[in-house]
T-cell receptor, first 115, second 111 residues
Framework: NAGVMQNPRHLVRRRGQEARLRCSPM?????VYWYRQLPEEGLKFMVY????????ESGMPKERFSAEFPKEGPSILRIQQVVRGDSAAYFC?????????????FGDGTRLSIL | DAKTTQPNSMESNEEEPVHLPCNHS???????IHWYRQLPSQGPEYVIH???SNVNNRMASLAIAEDRKSSTLILHRATLRDAAVYYC????????????FGEGTQLTVNP
C-alpha cells in the first residue's frame, strides 16, 4: 500500500510567484490535513479537509493561502504571491475518518524555499 | 487546547529500554493520548495511541497512569533508528481532528 504521497519534495519559488503543493492521501482515506513546520519551529496545523469540503481552516493564514480537496485528484495547498516567510516544510496527513481515535498518516513533506 | 509537558531531551544506549514521559494534567475524559515521532528530514510517524488502558503494538508500549494525568512511551530495545523527536499529543474532541504538536523530546541513542 502506498503511503501519503506529496509532490514536489522540493520547490523553489521567487518572491511574488505562486506555489502549488500536492498531496495524495492513502488509499481509502477521505480526510486530509495540512501542517507547516517553519525553520527551527514546531509543526502547526493549517487546515483539515474532507472530499470537496473544508472542515477546519483555523490554522490557515487569512490571506494568500488556500486549500482544496476535489472529488477527483489530490489535495492542493496553494500559496499566492509567496514571501520569504513562507519558506518552510509543508506536511500533509490523511486518515480514513476524522475521528480523534484514529492516527494520521503523514507524507514526507514539500520543502518550499523562497528566493 | 490541553497542554502536554515533555523533557526537551533524553539519551539512551542502543538495545536498552527507553521510557519517555509526558504530563497532561488537564486531560479530560474523552481525550486520547497520541504519540508521534519525527526523524530528521521526514514527516511525523504515528507510534501509538490510547485512552485509558495500556497499549502495545509492534513499535512500542504506552503506559497510562490511573488518573490519566501522565503517560509513558516505552521503547523496549532502542536502536539507532529510534533517534528522533517524540511528540506526546492529546487528541481533543473539542478541537476536532487537528493535532497540536508541542516541542517534543529529542531522543539520542548512543551506540
Amino acid at each position: 500500500n502506498a503511503g501519503v504521497m506529496q509532490n514536489p519534495r522540493h520547490l523553489v519559488r521567487r518572491r511574488g510567484q505562486e506555489a502549488r503543493l500536492r498531496c495524495s492521501p492513502m488509499k481509502g482515506h477521505s480526510h486530509v490535513y495540512w501542517y507547516r513546520q517553519l525553520p527551527e519551529e514546531g509543526l502547526k496545523f493549517m487546515v483539515y479537509l474532507q472530499k470537496e469540503n473544508i472542515i477546519d481552516e483555523s490554522g490557515m493564514p487569512k490571506e494568500r493561502f488556500s486549500a482544496e480537496f476535489p472529488k477527483e485528484g489530490p489535495s492542493i495547498l496553494r500559496i499566492q504571491q509567496v514571501v520569504r516567510g513562507d519558506s518552510a516544510a509543508y506536511f500533509c496527513a490523511s486518515s480514513p475518518e476524522g475521528s480523534v481515535n484514529q492516527p494520521q498518516h503523514f507524507g514526507d513533506g514539500t520543502r518550499l524555499s523562497i528566493l | 487546547d490541553a497542554k502536554t509537558t515533555q523533557p526537551n531531551s533524553m539519551e539512551s544506549n542502543e538495545e536498552e529500554p527507553v521510557h519517555l514521559p509526558c504530563n497532561h494534567s488537564t486531560i479530560s475524559g474523552t481525550d486520547y493520548i497520541h504519540w508521534y515521532r519525527q526523524l530528521p528530514s521526514q514527516g511525523p510517524e504515528y507510534v501509538i495511541h490510547g485512552l485509558t488502558s495500556n497499549v502495545n503494538n509492534r513499535m512500542a508500549s504506552l503506559a497510562i497512569a490511573e488518573d490519566r494525568k501522565s503517560s509513558t512511551l516505552i521503547l523496549h530495545r532502542a536502536t539507532l533508528r529510534d533517534a528522533a523527536v517524540y511528540y506526546c499529543i492529546l487528541s481533543l474532541e473539542t478541537s476536532g481532528s487537528r493535532l497540536t504538536f508541542g516541542e517534543g523530546t529529542q531522543l539520542t541513542v548512543n551506540p
